[in-house]
């Protein structure tokens, strides 16, 4: 993210063209692999093969820390990022018959159960996965949980404080008529954060009562970005001078907007919003090199890379016994209460959902 919430692609990013479905793929950058053919199913780290990683266009790990695995491996991580997490999940539908790589990130547990309904993955026996990570895990295997944060509505001390406008605490407070035009999120259909706010307010309001909430917003000027980047780096004035100062992020977003004297941040999380997102990894089923997204998967479960998840990506890392950068107690806190849908209710709902907060809000 190191913007908030992951905003840079590191390493080799694989471009991807074209329009596939209705979704438009977001080019990166380079080529299509490292050295030319793919590697051949069956050869691993001693053949120096590459493992291509499929993700979103958030993920970000550090330079040394890839590195190194590349050098203790033999491997060559390509990355693939066809765009937001419901894209990704999207993408991965579309292309099962022909995978776009060996190894998915990114996958939440809002889209979780849909990528292992549709088959797209693999069972997987990870080495090194704690206890923490563990709790959350969900299918047979195919699914390990590699890092966490709260999605929340995010606002911008700066601008009330200079407008005197009180700021909004509750879900409730978003619809009154003094944040009118000041509230920007994502698309649930396009985006996992998005996904993850409509689960909110489906948990806050229950069945009866969340599409007349989202009408209420409508009403009230909610605006709707296809992806976090653009709701974040586009719309919110928190962060780079966009005209809203209310944005769909995460909890964890305002320890990037800290004063430089670490005394406080400029933005802050309401969490009383707040809906969990658990991220994913997953072997793909048909993967061309499966033993390197096997280690690959085991790299991302290693004290390492889970040290490296907060500064590359302002998310939490699933090993709860890894150390957190200081300041996180005070300016990234997770919500003491989030709200909470139960899993079995988003696998039989998430589609009717998203159709019906589509009527309502996108009409």
């Given amino acids: 993210m190191h913007t908030a919430r992951r905003r840079t692609v590191t390493t080799r990013v694989t471009a991807l063209t074209g329009v596939l479905g209705l979704l438009t793929l977001t080019a990166c950058s380079g080529g299509s692999e490292a ?11 001693e053949a120096g093969g590459t493992v291509t990683l ?21 491997l060559t991580v390509e990355q ?10 999207n993408q991965l539908v579309l292309t099962k ?10 996958i939440d547990n809002t889209f979780a159960t849909r990528a292992i309904d549709e088959g797209v993955l693999a069972p997987a026996s990870p080495e090194g996965v704690s206890a923490s990570a563990a709790q ?65 307010t489906v948990g806050a309001f229950g069945e009866d009562g969340w599409e007349e909430y989202w009408a209420q917003l409508v009403d009230n000027g909610v605006k709707v970005a296809d992806g976090w980047s653009d709701a974040y780096y586009v719309d919110f004035s928190g962060v780079e001078g966009g005209p809203r100062p209310l944005v769909l992020s995460y909890s964890t977003s305002p ?12 933005t802050g999380a309401l969490l009383d919003t707040c809906f969990r997102q658990v991220e994913y990894a997953g072997v793909l089923a048909g993967a061309k090199n499966p033993e390197g997204a096997q280690q690959l998967l085991d790299f991302l479960l290693t004290e390492e890379f889970q040290a490296d998840i907060p500064g590359s990506m302002y998310m939490y890392p699933a090993d709860a016994d890894v ?25 039989a709902h998430r589609d009717e959902w998203i159709t019906a907060w589509t009527a309502t809000v996108i009409g």
Wanted: proline share 8%; with cysteine; glycine share 12%.
């Fill in 136 to 200: 959350y895990g969900v299918g047979d295997g195919e699914l390990t949980a590699i890092d966490l944060g709260d999605v929340c509505i995010n606002v911008d001390h700066t601008w009330f404080a200079a407008e005197g406008i009180e700021e909004p605490v509750t879900l409730e407070d978003l619809t009154k008529p003094e944040y009118e035009d000041l509230l920007v999120v994502t698309n649930p259909a396009t985006s996992s954060p998005g996904l993850a706010f409509l689960l909110a």
């Fill in 323 to 347: 150390a957190l950068p200081e300041g996180w107690a005070e300016f990234a806190p997770l919500a003491d209460e989030p709200i909470d849908v139960a899993p079995d209710d988003i696998t």
């Fill in 97 to 106: 018959d022909s995978p776009l790589g060996d190894l998915v990130f990114g």
């Fill in 35 to 45: 050295g030319g053919d793919p590697t051949p199913s069956g050869t691993g780290a």
């Fill in 255 to 266: 320890a990037f907007t800290v004063t430089e004297d670490g005394n406080e941040s400029t």
């Fill in 54 to 74: 499929v993700t979103h266009d958030s993920f970000a790990v550090s330079d040394e820390v890839l590195a190194a695995f590349e050098a203790e491996s033999g």
């Fill in 80 to 89: 693939i990022a066809p765009g937001d997490g419901g894209a990704l999940v």
